[in-house]
Every structure is written in structure tokens, then in C-alpha cells.
């Protein structure tokens, strides 16, 4: 039986986790299609998702069509947690992606578009909603062309639109996006003899390469156009490839803890098969773990399996230290990260009748979960931070704290995560047994800027063979980790660190005697010195502090645009291009990442109701105004 990984992916309230219950249902799964406002769904499994109608995390369910197992995962439509959709993005064959009827495309559905392009991710279009008042046909055609990408293939039309008769009746549109990609095809056409059959074959190639999107339309609701598009999910989506007989490769895109606190790994196998009790390598430092069980999706269920060969996605137990983004096995090559990393961050205000340590720890398992709200804890302030996408983000820790851990908590106002840039060069030494060095060790450190995006290159101006390499290396983590927290608190890129001097003592002994480490240099004189050098250097760098800034997108009425844009400027944003067309204005500009929130607040009573806002993370710009924000540095890490 052939295998699809098979992605939904939708702006928010597109009708994705609906979709869901319907490819369920349509394949015999469940017997009663579950309600998003109901909260029955099958992958919205958390309360906090059934209260609020959200997907929060990815979910994984399977179901066949014909002699094809597909692996159906449900991810988040809000773009406070992209960064589970990220994780996602990287084992998937396939994805569909949802557009309401009514609402049209979202900003949302642009971004994700984009990721799937760059990925060249196989995709389908599926327009739903199309029996809710309002719904259009022509008009999200012409959306989908203008604003998501021009290569589109509907594969159908629909009658009895806005009503819950419309009804979608199959049939191959205009193929001359078929033909701007096969040069047969378009000879073919030019001397009149196209046929069905040649349109369906360049149809399924060229879907396959991500070179064209088909677009269905349908309702999650009545049913209408879902087996169409079943249909198109087993005829034009790729199966998974990968040899089973080779050395064992896969990802780890989820990370949850089970009913005794064991953790649970959702891979995907790219190639090999892993077996219970097989030892596994796994992570940036390689570590071994022994899997204890597995299991695999097969029919709607999740089964107990002795193997899970290349092609299945798992749940995997006994790897007690994995991570989010750890390959199993043999490293793959990595697409990178896809989107922005948080902007924001904010401290977790333990309640009244909250244990503080237990706090600590239960935040600790959140990060496992999800590696990028980045805890920071000051020991001496007893103040734990995280990082944020959104405020919605804050809604879901605090839910999850309350009821899965029994934690009450409040957060401090969200402000925004800046970075530092050194402003010159500067350079320190400390030099082994002179000047009070408690150390035994040398370093010499020059810190120079670099450009922008360049992030920390680590160079050598010193003879590699002049001490142990294991002391460079201690050297080395060190300044990357001491670059965490700047002169103002923030972490410190775009630079580049020299070292310019290196020495040790060299071991000591005495003969029969054991080592005399208080005679000799270890790798902890090293990572001891190496901070009080780079600090020391910094200062006399001097560093700058720079705010994050989003790239915006408004689209909102014309006659709103004498409101809209005294509002930006105050918000502190920038616009810089401004386009009208058929009475709808579009601004695009820049907004510092702490203004963001206050924007999207606004937007509907500047713009009754009828704005949109799209937004990304572009760049850092050097904060001139005001003081510049401090952050206390915090005495760990976790």
C-alpha cells in the first residue's frame, strides 16, 4: 500500500479542522462528523482548543483512499503559532490548502503559500464555504490569481452558490497554465489536438512538481466537492519515496509527554526502519537513545507496531532527552527555518498560591513542546520570560499551565525582543598568571561588526596547534553563548570574534604522582576567562541596540485612508507605498514588532471592520528614540 503525508493548512477559521472531519468521514473513519463549535472534533483533542474553535497543535489522523494510506495533519491557522506549522512543513508530501469562499484570501493563506512554493510543496486549493451567504466564485478566482500565484487550475464550477444546494460539478478548466510548463502540450494545442488525456497527464505531472495548483471548490459542511477532491488527492499528490533497506533517517516534528510524564516523539521516516529496542542516534550532539515502543497510524487508529519503516510517521517512546527538531539517524539536509523567530517576549507572573519551582518546571516541559518561547530564568529576580509570536500565545500558556499542571499565572505587558550590533572594534586580553587572572589560561578576543544578517563567525588569529584543540573549542562555545546577553542585555549578532592570543600550562605532574590540576590548565580556566575577556572587549566596541520591525500590508476602503494613515504614523509605523484599486486602498510600510498588537486592535474601528492586516518579521532597525531598553541579564538559561 502506497503512503501520502498529506498537510491542512488555512488561515484561521477557513474551515480547516471542519475539512478534517469531513476526509474522515467521506473515508469511513467516524460515523459521525464532529463539531468545531461543538468541540467533538477528532485532532482538536486539547480543552482549550475545543473551548476556543482553534487548532493549537498539530494533529496526526490517517484514512485510505483505495491502495493509499494518508497520513491527514491537522495544523494551526493562527499566526500565533506558525512556528507549529513549521515544524509540520518539513515531513509532509502533500498539503492542501483551505480558502474560505467568504472571506476570500487571508493574509494568513499568503504566507503559507509562499512557504510551500519556496519548499515546493505538492498543493491543492480547496475553496470552502461555498454554501454560506456571501460565497463567490469568479471573485476568488481572481483573489487566488492576484494574490497567491497565477498558476491555477480549476477543476470545476458550482451551482446553486451561497445555498446549501451549491453543488460542485467537476470538469478541467482552462489549461493554459498547463501549457506555459510543457512545451508538447502547447505544440498540441496550437494545432488543435488536445485531448483529456494529455491534459490529465500534464495535470498530474506538473502538480506533482508544485509547478501548478489545482483549485476545488466545496463545503466541509454539506459534503459538496469533498469527494472531488479526495479524487484529486489520490491522483495528483506524490506518495512518499525513501528505501526502507537503507541506513535509518527521520525527523522529529512533535514533542508530548504521556499519561506517567514519559516523552513521546512524533517522527517521520525518510528512509531505513527503526525497530523496538533498536539504538538510535539522534540531535546536534548525537546522543543515543533505545526505542521502547511504536506506533503508527493505520485506518483512522493508532496501532502498536514492532517497526516503522520509511515513508510512516511514528510515535516513538524511550527517547527521553529528544527535542523538536532532532533527526533521528542519519542527518538530512535541513530547508532552514521557514518563518520569522518570535519578536516578543514577556515574564510569567506567578499567582498567589503558585510554587515558583514547580512553575520553573512545568515551563521547562512547555519548551520541550515548543522549543521557541525560549525560557529565560533569573535566579536572583526569581522571574521566568518567554518568547511570543502573539498575545494569543499567552492565553494558551496560561490555560495549559492552569489545567494540566494545576498553575495559576499572570503575565508583565509583552515588549518587543531587540538584538545588539557592536558599534566599533574593540579588543582585551587576559594573560595567564599576570594581572590578578585567577585563571589558568590565555585569551585574547577582537570583536569587529559584520554585516547585517552575518550573524557570529568565530575566527582564529593564532596557531590552531598552539594548545589543545579541546581549549579552542571551550573558548569558541563559550563567546557564542557569552554573545546571549550584550552590554544592554540583549543578544549580540552580526559580528565577527578574533582570538588573538592563546596559552595554557601544560600538565603538571610529578613522578608517581597523580595530575596536579592547580599546576595545570583545564577547558573550565577557559570557559571561566573567555566572558570576562569578551565583556571587556564589547565594552570597548560599544554595541547598539535595534527593535524588530514587521513588513505590513494594510488593505482596507479608500475613504478610510485619511483616518488609516495619521493612525500608522502615530503607531510610529512607516508607510511607504500606498496603491488604490476598485475602491479598496493598499498600504504597505514598516511597524515596530511592539506597536503590532495596538495596530491590530485599531485597524477595525479606522477602517469599519473592513480591513486587513498582513504582517511578517522584515529586520531590525536602531532604536533613536527615548532610552534605550535595558534587559536584565538573567544568571541562567534554560
Not at 458 to 486: C, I, N, S, W
Not at 515 to 534: E, Q
Amino acid at each position: 500500500m502506497h503512503l501520502l503525508n498529506l498537510g491542512i493548512l488555512a488561515h484561521v477559521d477557513a474551515g480547516k479542522t471542519s475539512l478534517t472531519e469531513r476526509l474522515l468521514h467521506s473515508a469511513g473513519v467516524i460515523d459521525e462528523i464532529g463539531s468545531v463549535d461543538a468541540g467533538s472534533t477528532q485532532t482538536d483533542t486539547l480543552a482549550l482548543e475545543r473551548r476556543r474553535g482553534i487548532t493549537i497543535k498539530s494533529a496526526v489522523v490517517s484514512f485510505a483512499v483505495d491502495d493509499v494510506t494518508v497520513n491527514l495533519i491537522d495544523t494551526p491557522g493562527h499566526p500565533d503559532f506558525i512556528a507549529e506549522v513549521e515544524r509540520v512543513l518539513g515531513v509532509l508530501d502533500g498539503a492542501v490548502l483551505v480558502v474560505s469562499a467568504v472571506e476570500g484570501v487571508q493574509a494568513q493563506t499568503r504566507v503559507l503559500m509562499r512557504t510551500v512554493q519556496r519548499l515546493r510543496i505538492p498543493t491543492l486549493v480547496f475553496v470552502n464555504k461555498i454554501d454560506r451567504r456571501g460565497a463567490r466564485y469568479d471573485g476568488i478566482l481572481r483573489a487566488v490569481t492576484e494574490r497567491l500565484t497565477e498558476a491555477v487550475v480549476p477543476m470545476g464550477t458550482v451551482t446553486g452558490l451561497g445555498t446549501r444546494d451549491a453543488c460542485f460539478i467537476a470538469g478541467l478548466g482552462s489549461h493554459d497554465v498547463l501549457a506555459d510548463h510543457d512545451d508538447d502540450l502547447l505544440s498540441a494545442c496550437v494545432e488543435g489536438r488536445v485531448d483529456e488525456d494529455m491534459l490529465r497527464s500534464a495535470l498530474v505531472a506538473q502538480t506533482r512538481q508544485a509547478l501548478v495548483h489545482p483549485v476545488y471548490f466545496g463545503s466541509a459542511v454539506t459534503g459538496a466537492g469533498v469527494p472531488e477532491l479526495i479524487a484529486g488527492v489520490w491522483e495528483l499528490l506524490p506518495g512518499t519515496d525513501g528505501d526502507p533497506a537503507a541506513a535509518v533517517s527521520g525527523t522529529v516534528f512533535k514533542v508530548e509527554r504521556g499519561p506517567a510524564g514519559e516523552k513521546i516523539a512524533y517522527a517521520r521516516m525518510f528512509s531505513g526502519t527503526l525497530r523496538v529496542r533498536d539504538r538510535v542516534l539522534f540531535g546536534e550532539a548525537r546522543a543515543e537513545g533505545r526505542i521502547t515502543a511504536i506506533s503508527v497510524f493505520d485506518g483512522g487508529a493508532e496501532t502498536r507496531q514492532d517497526t516503522v519503516p520509511a515513508g510512516r510517521i511514528a510515535r516513538l517512546w524511550g527517547l527521553t532527552g529528544i527535542r523538536i527538531g532532532d533527526v533521528l539517524g542519519e542527518p538530512r539536509t535541513s530547508h532552514g527555518q521557514f518563518f520569522a523567530p518570535p519578536s516578543l517576549e514577556t515574564v510569567v507572573v506567578p499567582g498567589p498560591d503558585t510554587d515558583p519551582r514547580a512553575l520553573h518546571l512545568a515551563l521547562v516541559q512547555l519548551a520541550e513542546q515548543d522549543p521557541l518561547i525560549d525560557l529565560r530564568h533569573d535566579e536572583t529576580r526569581q522571574e521566568t520570560s518567554v518568547s511570543l509570536y502573539g498575545e494569543v500565545q499567552k492565553e494558551v500558556i496560561q490555560a495549559t499551565l492552569a489545567e494540566e499542571f494545576g498553575l495559576y499565572v499572570g503575565f508583565r505587558e509583552s515588549s518587543p525582543l531587540c538584538v545588539e550590533r557592536p558599534a566599533g572594534t574593540g579588543a582585551a586580553v587576559r594573560f595567564n598568571k599576570k594581572d590578578g587572572n585567577p585563571f589558568l589560561a590565555t585569551v585574547g578576543l577582537r570583536v569587529d561588526p559584520a554585516p547585517v544578517g552575518s550573524g557570529v563567525d568565530f575566527r582564529l588569529e593564532v596557531e590552531l596547534g598552539a594548545m589543545p584543540y579541546a581549549f579552542f573549542k571551550a573558548v569558541e562555545d563559550t563567546v557564542h553563548e557569552t554573545l546571549g546577553q550584550g552590554l544592554y542585555g540583549w543578544q549580540v549578532t552580526d559580528c565577527t570574534i578574533t582570538m588573538t592570543h592563546s596559552g595554557y600550562s601544560p600538565r603538571q605532574s610529578h613522578a608517581h604522582q597523580r595530575f596536579n590540576k592547580s599546576m595545570s590548565s583545564t577547558g573550565a580556566d577557559f570557559r571561566g576567562v573567555t566572558p570576562l575577556v569578551l565583556a571587556e572587549a564589547l565594552r570597548r566596541a560599544g554595541t547598539r541596540v535595534y527593535e524588530p520591525m514587521h513588513r505590513f500590508r494594510v488593505e482596507a476602503p479608500a475613504d478610510t485612508l485619511g483616518t488609516l494613515l495619521p493612525a500608522l504614523t502615530a503607531l510610529r509605523a512607516v508607510p511607504e507605498t500606498s496603491e488604490t484599486r476598485r475602491g479598496v486602498c493598499c498600504v504597505e510600510g514598516s511597524v515596530p514588532a511592539a506597536r503590532l498588537h495596538t495596530l491590530e486592535q485599531r485597524l477595525p474601528g479606522l477602517t469599519r471592520g473592513e480591513g486587513e492586516l498582513e504582517s511578517a518579521f522584515d529586520h531590525y532597525a536602531r532604536i533613536t528614540y527615548g532610552n534605550v531598553p535595558f534587559r536584565p541579564s538573567p544568571t541562567r538559561k534554560s
